[in-house]
Structure formats: structure tokens, C-alpha cells
Nanobody, 122 residues
């Protein structure tokens, strides 16, 4: 059983910073990709940032230069450092992982965390 457990959300003023963490646990052989999505009220879920096993990262344009994604593969953990936060960053942030569960398996499985609320407001 694989679980993604997020932490680090909260209320912050505009211009402030937060760091989100997401730890994957369970029977995992390797992690192809970990990342963060977000969903604001009345909007569709959107990709925020991803980090793949080859070290490449990807960001939605609206967060480039402000957010940084990083991984600790020894801990199966991904982080999202969010600086210069804006009210439009307010959303529920979801951790996402694409995993290989067994050595040699061709199938990959996608998992989601439960979500953590980030609110940027005075």
C-alpha cells in the first residue's frame, strides 16, 4: 500500500514563503516523477511543478522564478519551496507521484496525496 503524506500548508501574507513536503511510503521500487498540482475554488486542477528521476524539473509559467521543487530520493520525499506568494497562489496543493512498484515492472502507477491548503491573504 503506497501513501503520499503532505505537510506544510497554511496561511501566509502576500510576499511570504512556505515549504510543502510530501513523503511517499509503502512498497516502492523507484519513483519516476514526483510533483505538485493545485486546485483553486471553481477552477480545474493544474500542474505546478514536477521533478523527474533524471533530474529535470518543470514549472507552470505563473510560478517560475518563485517556486522551487526539490527531491530527497533517500527519503522518497519531494519539496516545494514557495517564495513571493501571491493571493492567486491560494489553492489546495496536491502531491503526485508516478511509481514503479517492482523491479522490472513495465507498469507505472500514479498516486495522489490528500491535499494541503495554502491561503495567501492579508
Amino acid at each position: 500500500q503506497v501513501q503520499l503524506v503532505e505537510s506544510g500548508g497554511g496561511l501566509v501574507q502576500p510576499g511570504g514563503s512556505l515549504r510543502l513536503s510530501c513523503a511517499a511510503s509503502g512498497s516502492i521500487f523507484s519513483i519516476d516523477r514526483m510533483g505538485w498540482y493545485r486546485q483553486a475554488p471553481g477552477k480545474e486542477r493544474e500542474l505546478v511543478a514536477t521533478s523527474t528521476s533524471d533530474g529535470s524539473t518543470n514549472y507552470v509559467d505563473s510560478v517560475k522564478g518563485r517556486f522551487t521543487i526539490s527531491r530527497d530520493d533517500a527519503k522518497n520525499t519531494v519539496y516545494l519551496r514557495m517564495n513571493s506568494l501571491k493571493p492567486e497562489d491560494t489553492a489546495v496543493y496536491y502531491c503526485n507521484a508516478i511509481l514503479q512498484l517492482r523491479f522490472g515492472a513495465l507498469v507505472r502507477y500514479q498516486y495522489w496525496g490528500q491535499g494541503t491548503q495554502v491561503t495567501v491573504s492579508l
